[in-house]
């Protein structure tokens, strides 16, 4: 199983650019979620989603959407991007709710790093 | 805002000493975990207590928990090379399906 894959691993934006980063995962996890982690703050949670169709809000989802349109992906949208969006965006799931809240796994994707100049 | 916070931030160790951090919480919780995060990678789960459970063991790995306190403690013993990397424990708060982060603790073991 490939788990939880990012895409893309890097990538530099210019002030008011857009872009999508991908989130796809192959475990048939209902629960996914985005963070992103910034030095010395940990990781913050932007938007979540408990299934196909339902995305929710996180601590951070100001400058960012999302949508769940299939179990396997949820991507992260950066409509217009702004310097204080420069962090490491990390996509983690989970098999559901329920499990999350019996386990507290979280499956990790290896994180895409995104710069915005 | 943080739910957790690990102290001390960074700890420097010799390989075979035992690694102790912790984590202090502010709201009364389900749960409680504990992640690592090799430089550049993903986090991982390693651990997780239960807000019922005073302590968990797995492999080299210890886990307290005082829920009077809202604090939590890791310990590693017998550190490795391997074991260089940072730990975040992570809150289940409960009612609103999200885990918390904390800001994070930077173990190096030397060999």
């Known amino acids: 199983n490939a788990g939880v894959t990012q895409t893309p691993k890097f990538q530099v934006l210019k002030t008011g650019q857009s872009m999508t980063l991908q989130c796809a995962q192959d475990m048939n996890h209902e629960y996914m979620s985005w963070y992103r982690q910034d030095p010395g703050m940990g990781l913050r949670l932007i938007h979540y989603s408990v299934g196909a169709g339902i995305t929710d809000q996180g601590e951070v989802p100001n400058g960012y959407n999302v949508s769940r349109s299939t179990t396997e992906d949820f991507p992260l949208r950066l409509l217009s991007a702004a310097p204080s969006q420069t962090s490491v965006y990390f996509c983690?799931?989970?098999?559901?709710?329920?499990?999350?809240?019996?386990?507290?796994?979280?499956?990790f994707g290896e994180g895409s790093r995104l710069t915005v100049l | 805002s943080q739910q957790g916070e690990e102290d001390p931030q960074a700890l420097s160790i010799q390989e075979g000493e035992n690694a102790t951090m912790n984590c202090s919480y502010k709201t009364s919780i389900n749960n409680l975990q504990w992640y690592r995060q090799n430089s550049g990678r993903g986090l991982v789960h390693l651990i997780l207590?239960?807000?019922?459970?005073r302590e968990k063991h797995s492999g080299r790995l210890r886990v307290t928990l005082d829920t009077s306190k809202k604090s939590s403690s890791l310990l590693i013993t017998a550190s490795r090379a391997a074991d260089t990397a940072s730990y975040f424990c992570?809150?289940?708060?409960?009612?609103?399906?999200?885990?918390?982060f904390g800001k994070g603790n930077q173990v190096v073991v030397i060999p």
């Open positions: 983690a799931s989970s098999y559901s709710i329920l499990r999350l809240a019996a386990t507290g796994e979280l499956f």
């Open positions: 992570a809150t289940d708060v409960g009612g609103n399906n999200r885990l918390a």
């Open positions: 207590i239960r807000s019922n459970e």
